[in-house]
């Protein structure tokens, strides 16, 4: 079984399914063909190891062509994209004593909570 994300005009995904392995045809169309046409939206494969498109798409992600990956929504103003894995990074690495910690955004800094 493979996964398959539905985009919507913005790129955004707007539901991901379980499909028919990437390797097998729906009336002589790869999958993501056959599904977005039959749904008529975009349908790009998605997988949960990374493998491809570097994220697991999830709803509200969007899809980035071209960087051909699903990115999560930005979960702070101040955290910025790794371009080579496409997930956010706080600006300030979490501190790998002591915890758990949680981030502040009012004061840019990681703080045990």
């Excluded at 493979?2 to 955004?12: E, G, K, P, R, T």
């Excluded at 379980?18 to 063909?33: A, F, K, M, N, V």
Aim: aromatic content about 14%.
């Amino acid at each position: 079984m493979a996964h398959y994300a539905f985009l919507n005009a913005d790129n955004m995904v707007t539901e991901v399914i379980t499909g028919i392995d990437e390797t097998e045809l729906i009336e002589g169309l790869l999958p993501e063909t056959w599904y977005g046409n039959f749904r008529e939206q975009v349908c790009k494969r998605t997988s949960y190891n990374g493998n491809i498109r570097k994220n697991y798409a999830g709803i509200g992600y969007t899809y980035d062509t071209v960087r051909d990956a699903f990115i999560a929504p930005k979960p702070y103003a101040s955290w910025v994209l790794d371009e080579a894995s496409c997930r956010w990074e706080a600006p300030v690495p979490m501190p790998s004593a002591g915890g758990p910690w949680a981030w502040d955004e009012d004061t840019e800094s990681w703080v045990a909570v």
